[in-house]
């Protein structure tokens, strides 16, 4: 990642940081979620559970620092259209949808491919990121080329995760390894703990040009078309018409690009797609 990124994304928090401490007085509280049958009416605050890490769409640059990233950027900027305030949590992934269906979080962001299963669960925007899932292998490997040789392997991933999902159904004799953390799956294939990796294109890809490199590589095709999409608790479709509308602008006016490049250093070649899915 270079600093001119990192330098940027740091002061759009900063900026979205003070905005909401000087407005802090006026939160309407985070009852959104009861709003039933009307549409649920806007707030003044939403409670936003992110993942722990999952970069380069949430994550620390440092412990204990501040939360940066493209999912980071996405929703200040839809917060700040739509206007409201964010209260950011950060949980486990597997653990925000139990969290959004107990009411304690209102809105998620953490790169969460839009799935059927889910939708009983959660409502979603249109989608805002167009992804895939991708293989590492150990750099030195060359024995995996593609997602054929993976019949019978250990597979590190995530728990909860599409592509726990995917290993299960898709591939024959194979033995998902998942775990609560990124970073532990990636250990294991750097060790002697899987064979391969299967996660999020994005993310696999990030995580090689950054602590993975010269450890991992990517082999073989995107595996299975995915869109991430917002999740919204259920029972708050004004709030999933508001965001919609800022999504398509931001996506219109170029915004939208300009995070983009941010985080991955050039324009996203679905552009088109994704502007196509807009409600
Ligand atoms: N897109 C993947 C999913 O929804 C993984 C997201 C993540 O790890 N944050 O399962």
Redesign the pocket.
């Known amino acids: 990642m270079n600093s001119t990124r990192r330098i940027t994304s740091t002061a759009a928090i900063a900026a979205t940081v003070l905005l909401a401490g000087g407005l802090a007085g006026c939160s309407g509280g985070d009852d959104a979620g009861e709003g039933g049958g009307d549409g649920g009416g806007l707030e003044d605050s939403y409670t936003v559970a992110t ?1 722990t890490s ?1 970069v380069p ?1 949430e994550f620390q640059e440092e412990e204990g620092g501040e939360y940066v990233g493209f999912d980071i950027d996405i929703i200040n900027e839809i917060a700040d259209r739509v206007g409201f305030e964010i209260e950011l949590e950060t949980t486990n ?1 597997d653990g925000i949808i139990p969290g959004m269906q107990t009411g304690t979080f209102d809105i998620a962001i ?4 839009i799935t059927e299963e889910r939708r009983e669960a959660v409502d979603f925007t249109s989608p805002y990121y167009k ?1 895939g899932l991708r293989i590492g292998v150990p750099a030195d490997d060359d024995t995996i080329t593609s997602i054929d040789d993976l019949e019978g392997k250990t597979i590190a991933t ?1 728990l ?4 726990a999902n995917y290993i299960e159904e898709n591939i024959e004799g194979a033995t998902p390894n998942t775990y609560e953390q ?1 970073d532990q799956a990636y250990l294991a294939v750097e060790g002697d703990g899987a064979d391969a990796v299967l996660y ?1 294109a994005p993310n696999v890809e990030y995580y090689i040009l950054t602590a993975g490199e010269g450890k991992l590589k990517t082999v073989g095709e995107l595996i299975e078309a ?1 869109d ?1 999409g917002i999740a919204v608790g259920k029972g708050n479709e004004e709030l999933v018409t508001a965001m919609n509308e800022s999504l398509a602008e931001m996506i219109d006016d170029g915004t939208y690009t300009e995070i983009f490049k941010e985080w991955f250093g050039e324009e996203p070649e679905w552009l088109d797609d994704l502007a196509a899915s807009q409600d």
């Open positions: 993942d999952f769409f992934f953490a790169g969460m491919t992804s995530r909860g995760s599409t592509s990124l999020d995915q991430y």
